[in-house]
């Protein structure tokens, strides 16, 4: 069951999991329901924002990597067989 506006979290206040969560949600509920076009417009805006948030909290996270590795980060490779 989808959350109705007034109890949904800021998206600047949702962790990578609860926003990827929701992202997926919104999803499915665009693809598998008939929204009304002012529903649907606000579930794609809403998708937007959770994009962006999950971007920046992996960027963030993976400057915070560089900086706990230092120099001794490598390029991951696959191994071959």
Excluded: W
Excluded at 1 to 19: G, N, Q, R, S
């Amino acid at each position: 069951m989808a959350k109705t506006k007034a109890t949904k979290k800021p998206v600047e206040e949702l962790t990578y999991e609860e926003a990827l969560t929701e992202l997926e949600q919104t999803v499915e509920m665009l693809e598998e329901e008939q929204n009304p076009l002012d529903e649907a417009m606000k579930l794609y805006e809403r998708g937007q924002a959770l994009i962006a948030h999950c971007g920046g909290l992996l960027e963030a996270a993976q400057l915070n990597v560089q900086k706990l590795a230092g120099d001794s980060l490598v390029d991951f490779e696959e191994e071959s067989e």
